[in-house]
């Protein structure tokens, strides 16, 4: 494994939940910065949530209060709790990992609300 794999995309309904989960590819997991970005048809890809090694988490504002990024160092995995989801938060999901000064990205995962 080279790239991070994401998981948990699908379709839900406006004001459902669903939680994305990404494994990454390092063997150090714990000293690596995680992110989540998405893309929307005709948007540019933007910043979701981020999770430093020490736990620091930032958020883009229109997902604050709603949406929760967590990792779980053991399963080198990183976690997107979204809730009181929205048709706006529509777009395929992407993982970011960077390990050793370099950007990896996972091929995303679709996350469709309807309203």
């Known amino acids: 494994q080279v790239q991070p794999v994401e998981s948990g995309g699908g379709l839900v309904q406006a004001g459902g939940s669903l939680t994305l989960s990404c494994a990454a590819s390092?063997?150090?997991?714990?000293?690596?910065?995680m992110a989540w970005y998405r893309q929307a048809p005709g948007k540019q890809r933007e910043l979701v949530a981020g999770?430093?090694?020490?736990?620091?988490?930032n958020y883009a504002e229109s997902v604050k209060g709603r949406f929760t990024i967590s990792r779980e160092n053991a399963k080198n995995t990183v976690y997107l709790q979204m809730n009181s989801l929205k048709p706006e938060d529509t777009a395929l999901y992407y993982c970011?990992?960077?390990?050793?000064?370099?950007?990896?990205w996972g091929q995303g995962t679709q996350v469709t609300v309807s309203s």
């Open positions: 999770i430093t090694s020490d736990g620091s988490t």
């Open positions: 390092g063997s150090i997991f714990s000293i690596y910065n």
């Open positions: 970011r990992e960077i390990r050793n000064g370099y950007v990896y």
